[in-house]
């Protein structure tokens, strides 16, 4: 079964940080592009950052470029994406998906169950 389970989302002040996680089943992580993408309420889902097969490459939103790292344990077939200087702008819920950026917006059902993240002072 493909699953994806995000974590490690919860209330930060602004300027504050989080690291989010996202543990893969039933794929390898290593042979997909592998997404993030956010959700506010009543928004449409925003894309926030995406990595190549293999790792290679990374490409983010410029809303949360300088801010956003988004990284990989293949080992653990686990992603994360390291956030900094969070804004209230950035709360919303996060999902971990599988694909590209066009493939994972137009499919809600690539993503995992989600993580809330809640910036607010």
């Known amino acids: 079964e493909v699953q994806l389970v995000e974590a490690g989302g919860g209330m930060v002040q602004p300027g504050g940080s989080l690291r989010l996680s996202c543990v893969a089943s039933g794929f390898q992580i290593n042979d997909e592009f592998m997404s993030w993408v956010r959700q506010a309420p009543d928004k449409e889902p925003e894309w926030v950052a995406t990595i190549t097969p293999g790792g290679t490459t990374t490409y983010y939103s410029d809303s949360v470029k300088g801010r956003f790292t988004f990284f990989r344990d293949v080992t653990k077939n686990m992603l994360y994406l390291q956030m900094y200087d969070l804004q209230p702008e950035d709360a919303a819920r996060y999902y971990c998906?599988?694909?590209?950026?066009?493939?994972?917006?137009?499919?809600?059902?690539?993503w995992g169950q989600g993580t809330q993240v809640t910036v607010s002072s």
């Open positions: 998906a599988r694909g590209s950026r066009t493939v994972v917006l137009a499919a809600p059902s690539s």
